[in-house]
């Protein structure tokens, strides 16, 4: 096993972070990691969605429909770097308690690229399925 990289670790950080805001339903913590013209292919409608404005309502919409935290766990997550370029997958197991006492309870793959912008980085693409 190779030894993470800096930029790797940067990284990895990054969406330890993303995920914790997630967790809390932290909209604002969770938006941060996203650049304006992020481009998301999402499990939930609308499927293509062309800027983090828009994909922050869908996550509000989320977020409303659950009672509580979310549990998210992050499985196999790979993260390769190129200069100021980053792509990882992972599979997430996704668990929560709806408004409607339903229970979800569901895994989604998860890739994501992100690029280096003013030494931060920044998811501009993702796709979820």
């Known amino acids: 096993m190779q030894t993470p990289t800096a930029e ?6 990054g969406l330890d972070d993303l995920v914790q805001a997630l967790r809390a339903k932290d909209i604002e913590a969770l938006m941060a990691h996203y650049a304006a013209a992020t481009v998301v292919f999402d499990i939930r409608p609308p499927l293509r969605i062309e800027s983090a404005d828009a994909y922050r309502k869908n996550f509000e919409a989320w977020f409303a429909s659950v009672d509580g935290p979310i549990d998210y766990e992050v499985h196999e997550l790979l993260v390769t770097v190129r200069d100021d370029v980053a792509f990882c997958h992972s599979l997430c197991h996704v668990r929560s308690k709806r408004t409607n006492g339903e229970k979800s309870d569901y895994w989604v793959r998860v890739t994501s690229g992100l690029r280096k912008m003013s030494d931060r980085w920044m998811i501009t693409h993702e796709h979820i399925s």
């Open 8 to 13: 790797e670790m940067e990284i990895r950080k």
